[in-house]
C-alpha cells in the first residue's frame, strides 16, 4: 500500500485534531491524523495532484500505537 505523510496545516481547528496531532496520514481515501510517525521502510517525496503541498510517501504496512498517537510503517 502506498502512503502519502502531509503537515496537518489546520491542527487544533474543529475536527482536525489537538494542536498535537501535526501529521496527516493518507490511505487509500481515507485520512489519518496523528501526533507522531515512524518510517522504517524506503521514503520519497512527491508532489501532490494540486500542484501545491508536498508529501513524504512511503510502500509498506501501517499500524497505530494508539498509546502515543503514532503512525508506523514497516515492510510487507
Known sequence: MK?????????GQEGRGTVD????????????L?????????????IDESGVDWNLCC???LTFDKETSTAIFNGK
Request: aromatic share 18%.
Open 21 to 32: 496531532h501535526v501529521w496527516r496520514i493518507f490511505e487509500d481515501g481515507k485520512e489519518y
Open 3 to 11: 502512503y502519502k505523510i502531509r503537515f496537518n496545516k489546520t491542527r
Open 59 to 61: 510502500n509498506g504496512v
Open 34 to 46: 496523528v501526533k507522531h510517525f515512524k518510517v522504517n521502510v524506503p521514503s520519497f517525496s512527491e
